[in-house]
């Protein structure tokens, strides 16, 4: 079982910048995949990025390629998202989730949390 947690959320400047951390427990934690997601008001929860279990894969889709950095701290259960020149289209909530693999699919993913606000604005 893992539980999650994310923090860091909050209101920027568009061009800004902004750290999620999303917090894990439980002891198996490091043997998952753990992308980050985001759901804008109205629309689909979208994969963001995601990190193998031990952090020597990255995958991101070509809307954060270049401004998101996906990172992970197992010693400290802890997996990071690093946001930079924020976009308005950037506000979403955002969600860390942990599942097998890294894949773009929501439904493949075990584990969630409850998310955390981002608003951009201009």
């Known amino acids: 079982q893992v539980q999650l947690v994310e923090s860091g959320g909050g209101l920027v400047q568009a061009g800004g910048s902004l750290r999620l951390s999303c917090a894990a427990s439980?002891?198996?934690?490091?043997?998952?995949?753990v992308s980050w997601f985001r759901r804008a008001p109205g629309k689909e929860r979208e994969f963001v990025a995601g990190i193998s279990y031990r952090g020597g894969n990255s995958v991101y889709p070509d809307s954060t390629k270049g401004r998101f950095t996906i990172s992970r701290d197992n010693a400290k259960n802890m997996v990071y998202l690093q946001m930079n020149s924020l976009k308005p289209e950037d506000t979403a909530v955002y969600y860390c989730?942990?599942?097998?693999?890294?894949?773009?699919?929501?439904?493949?993913?075990?584990?969630w949390g409850q998310g955390t606000q981002v608003i951009v604005y201009s």
């Open positions: 989730a942990a599942g097998k693999v890294i894949v773009e699919l929501e439904g493949a993913y075990d584990y």
């Open positions: 439980g002891r198996t934690f490091s043997s998952y995949a």
